[in-house]
């Protein structure tokens, strides 16, 4: 079956930086388009950055300049770099692959990015 797994979360200050992972198996990744989204509690979810499969990229307006999404496909896995982070970056972060080809949706578990003041 095709698993997403997310990694690299964790508590910062303002103004450090971070870089999630999201390791995809059971599925072609090369074809796959990849999406990172967060969920502040209480809020909805919303899309900060995605990138298809043949790697062009778009971001939410509050993390250009700051944030960069990459994949390796040789290694099956899209990075989130997100750098200067700011208290309202403050969220659990979810990966997210379609393959649109089959109209399949994939979700990792989620990681917990905090940036205290």
Not at 54 to 77: E, L, M, P, W
């Amino acid at each position: 079956q095709v698993q997403v797994v997310e990694s690299g979360g964790g508590l910062v200050q303002a103004g450090g930086s971070l870089r999630l992972s999201c390791a995809a198996s059971g599925i072609i990744f090369s074809i796959v388009n990849m999406g990172w989204y967060r969920q502040a509690p209480g809020k909805q979810r919303e899309l900060v950055a995605r990138i298809g499969n043949s790697g062009g990229t778009n971001y939410v307006d509050s993390v250009k300049g700051r944030f960069t999404i990459s994949r390796d496909n040789a290694k099956n896995t899209v990075y989130l770099q997100m750098n200067n982070l700011k208290p309202e970056d403050t969220a659990v972060y979810y990966c997210n692959a379609v393959a649109v080809s089959i109209g399949a949706q994939y979700w990792g578990q989620g990681t917990q990015v905090t940036v205290s003041s």
